[in-house]
């Protein structure tokens, strides 16, 4: 059974949070490419992405790290800056088991108030998990228009 827990950004977390966002936003890059969006390429990523992967500690300064991990292997992650969760993932491997909900669960329990997130429009199971957590469409807060941007109050 996978846990969450809070990484542990200045230790032996600090590997495998950048792993795991290496693999996340590769696979977002190679999307937003497969999906026509100017600009993007999983490898070089793009400056401000590699320096999540090269330093989280300083880069996700002032986030809360969420790390979900099953029979000691590191499966996913999440994101808290303020009230938005961002970088919510699962490794390819350990979908379909919940731990995405589970990870959900635990940075919305960490946000007093209103929890806001964005989702890439073709990321169907997403939204699907963030609409059943009780997630709904707001206007748009950001520029890009194939972002879908959800809130929830608390």
């Known amino acids: 059974m996978a846990t969450v827990r809070q990484a542990d950004l200045s230790g032996a977390d600090a590997p495998v949070v950048a792993a795991l ?6 696979e977002t890059e190679a999307e937003k490419r497969d999906h026509g969006l100017p600009g993007a390429s999983p490898d070089p990523l793009p400056a401000r992405y590699q320096a999540e992967i ?28 303020g009230n938005e969760i961002k970088r919510l993932f699962v490794s390819d491997a350990a979908r379909g088991q919940g731990i995405g909900a589970r990870l959900l669960a ?21 939204l699907r998990l963030y609409q ?5 469409q707001q206007p748009s807060w950001d520029e890009r228009a194939e972002l879908v941007c959800l809130s929830r109050r608390g």
């Open 21 to 26: 966002l290496a693999r996340y936003l590769r």
């Open 54 to 81: 090269d330093d989280p500690a300083s880069a996700l300064a002032g986030s809360d790290v969420l790390l979900a991990t099953d029979q000691g292997r590191a499966v996913g992650i999440a994101v808290i800056g």
């Open 106 to 126: 635990a940075a919305i329990a960490a946000i007093p108030g209103e929890a806001r997130l964005t989702v890439w429009c073709w990321r169907d199971a997403a």
């Open 132 to 136: 059943r957590a009780g997630f709904q």
